[in-house]
C-alpha cells in the first residue's frame, strides 16, 4: 500500500511539473531560449509509460463484495434519515459519477494538452531562423555582410549555417570564419537574433549583445587577426558601434557590453582558455583602439 501511494504520489508530482513548466516555458522568453519543449513532454511520457507498464505487471486486486449503505450508516454521513408527513425514510447518498463522465474529462483533459504543446512547437518554429522567409534570410545576410566588412576592412561574405554544417547543432561553435576566403558561417540562433534587432527592433538582452560580439569576432577574424584572445578583445569593442548601427539603444549597448567584458575577464573556463583576454585589453593598453577616450570597450 505505502508503495502504491508513494507512486501515486510521485506521478502526480511529475505531472503538475511538467504542466507548469510548459505554461511557464510558453511565457518566458529565457526558457524558450535555453530548454526544448519536448524535454518535460518526454519526462512526462516516460512517467506515464512507467505507469502503465507497472500495472500491468502487478497481480490484479481480488475484488471484494461491496455493499451499498444503509440506513444503519446515516449517523457515519452515508446518506441521512429523514422525517417527514410519510415517516421516518432514509435518503441514500447521491451516486458516483458514471464512467462515462470521467472518460469525457479525461478526454477533455487531452486536448487541452494537445492544444499546450501544439501552440509551443509552434511558437518555437516561429522564432527560429528557418521560420523567415527566404528574402528575409538574404535581405538579412546582405546587412551582416555589410557590417562585417565595415569590421574588417576588406570585402568578406557572411552566411547563416542553415544546416548546422559548420556550426554543428548544439554545439558551442557559434560562428566560424575562413580568412582567405573571406566568408564566415553564423549559428543560426544567432542570425535569429541578429535580425530580431535590426529588422524588428527587438533583444536587448545579454543574448543580443552576444550574437552581436560574436558576428564582429569572426569579422575581425576575417580582417586578418588569427589569435582569439586579441580576436575577443577587439570584437568587444568593435560590438559597441556595431550594437548601435543595429538599432540598439547606446545606453543599453554600454551596460550590456560593460557586463559581457567583466563577464570574460572572471571567466575560467579551460575549454574556452584560447578565448581568454590578454593583459593589455583594458583602458589604454596596448589593444586600446580609442586610448584617448576613458570608456572601455565602449
Excluded at 511565457?27 to 524535454?39: C, G, Q, T
Excluded at 569593442?237 to 554600454?254: F, I, K, S, T, Y
Amino acid at each position: 500500500m505505502r508503495h502504491e501511494l508513494d507512486r501515486g504520489t510521485l506521478q502526480s508530482s511529475i505531472r503538475a511539473a511538467a504542466l507548469v513548466f510548459v505554461v511557464a516555458w510558453l511565457f518566458s522568453v529565457d526558457l524558450r531560449a535555453w530548454i526544448p519543449v519536448w524535454l518535460p513532454i518526454v519526462i512526462l511520457l516516460a512517467a506515464e509509460v512507467e505507469f502503465v507498464l507497472r500495472g500491468r505487471t502487478e497481480r490484479p486486486r481480488h475484488e471484494s463484495r461491496r455493499v451499498a449503505p444503509g440506513p444503519e450508516d446515516a449517523d457515519l454521513g452515508f446518506g441521512q434519515l429523514v422525517e417527514d408527513d410519510d415517516g421516518i425514510r432514509f435518503v441514500p447518498p447521491p451516486a458516483r459519477p458514471e464512467r462515462a463522465r470521467r472518460r469525457l474529462a479525461w478526454a477533455v483533459g487531452g486536448v487541452l494538452a494537445a492544444i499546450v504543446v501544439a501552440l509551443a512547437v509552434r511558437s518555437d518554429r516561429a522564432a527560429t531562423w528557418q521560420a523567415l522567409s527566404s528574402d528575409d534570410r538574404a535581405k538579412a545576410e546582405t546587412r551582416f555582410t555589410a557590417e562585417a566588412a565595415r569590421i574588417a576592412g576588406a570585402s568578406v561574405r557572411v552566411r547563416c549555417d542553415d544546416g548546422y554544417s559548420f556550426t554543428g547543432a548544439g554545439s558551442d561553435t557559434l560562428g566560424i570564419a575562413f580568412p582567405r576566403s573571406g566568408l564566415t558561417y553564423l549559428d543560426p540562433t544567432v542570425c535569429r537574433r541578429l535580425y530580431d534587432l535590426a529588422f524588428r527592433g527587438r533583444g536587448s538582452d545579454e543574448r543580443t549583445i552576444d550574437s552581436i560580439i560574436v558576428l564582429a569576432h569572426e569579422a575581425v577574424h576575417l580582417g586578418g587577426e588569427r589569435r582569439e584572445g586579441v580576436t575577443e578583445c577587439l570584437a568587444l569593442q568593435a560590438a559597441g558601434p556595431l550594437a548601435v548601427r543595429l538599432g540598439l539603444d547606446e545606453g543599453r549597448a554600454r551596460r550590456l557590453l560593460d557586463a559581457a567584458f567583466s563577464s570574460r575577464l572572471a571567466e575560467r573556463n579551460v575549454i574556452r582558455a584560447a578565448y581568454a583576454l590578454p593583459s593589455s585589453c583594458r583602458d589604454g593598453g596596448a589593444l586600446d583602439r580609442r586610448p584617448g577616450d576613458l570608456r572601455f570597450p565602449f
